[in-house]
């Protein structure tokens, strides 16, 4: 596929430029993921499951829509684009799989997890762990869960993948996810 028409695809699928805020669609051409939008549920990061959020609506004013999972890059770093105080950082497990931390910043559990080596490559729209992409691994029906390819535990029975990162218009996706 065209480098102009995967631009053009991501344009229709995520919002517009604005911030440093970003969504993720996953670039594997001939696959049945490519152009899935990468989404934050239940802790983990999964291609063709819905994105899961939550508003305090008692406790805040408003919040944004949670339709969509934003991200925002550190130096090494990933986080969440999101409102709760403290914030919800994205790590990589020991097994590869990539996850996120409980509202303010908490992993839970005596989880080994990774927050550094994450980076945006090419110019800013390929977002990469230790310099090497993602893998989806099948969950069930149609749904993938994503790991991180550089790590040796990954499974093997996944479909590589490249993260594309489309930026958005928004400062949060959601209060938490």
Known sequence: MKASTIFTALAAVLPAFASNSFGGLAIHSGSPIHLSAINANANSFYLNK?????????????????????????????????????????????????????????????????????GLKDSGIHLQYLDADFAAVPVGQGVYKVYAAAVEETPRNGTSFAFRVQSVNASFGAWEY
């Open 50 to 118: 819905p994105t899961s959020s939550y508003c305090p609506n008692t406790t805040v004013s408003s919040c944004p829509e949670g339709k969509y999972t934003y991200f925002t890059p550190g130096n090494t770093t990933l986080s969440l684009a999101v409102e709760v105080p403290g914030g919800q950082r994205v790590y990589v497990a020991q097994d590869g799989s990539l996850g996120y931390t409980i509202p303010h910043g908490s992993v839970g559990g005596n989880q080994t997890v990774s927050y550094t080596g994450f």
